[in-house]
């Protein structure tokens, strides 16, 4: 029996109906392929690719499997040239992971005071609605970037969410010569987290004697 005309033009309709969705899948797959490669680009700074994959397309506020920006990630493993390349591309300087944390952060956490000064150059905000880039820094105990974060204008008392301010983070961490830096810089030695606890009662819990001195030196009450 002969195939009816209108059989026929619904035959055709399904065959492009699927080959459709089949190339709108390989489309979706290649993107998602050249989002993991180009992440595994910057991760580990290679350059050329990082600038091959953005001429073809390639975000450069992508996203990591865990969230992290790809400024984020190229400041964490202190990838100074592929920072460059994706602030040339209009990446977000000022792009959050889930946690919050941003490109400045991150370096000042891990003490790369040169991509510290680049993202800021570029715009990169000392404030945060949760944790600073001081509060980072301080943390690490780099004091070059406290200094230089302090010089632009950083809020040296601004608080976490729960209170925890960078001379906190300094004496809980053990760092002696950022204490010394942040009281110089007239930081509030009397200030508490909304626990009640201060950076003279952590300088006790820590068992850091010296530091206790330091504080007290400087007005701090138990």
Known sequence: MPIRPRTERRRRVVRLFVAALAAASFAQAGAASLDEDFMIAVANDRVGQVKDMLARGADPNAVDAIGDPALTVAARAGNANTVDVLLAAKADVNAHNKFGDTAIMVAALTGNLAIVRTLR?????????GWTALIYAATGGHDAIVGYLLGEGANINAPSPNGTTALMMAVREGKGSTVDLLIAKGADVNRRNQNGASALEWAARGNEKK????????????
């Open 211 to 222: 530091m206790a001195e330091q504080l007290r030196r400087a007005g701090a009450k138990d």
């Open 121 to 129: 150059a570029r715009g990169a905000s000392l404030e945060n609605a």
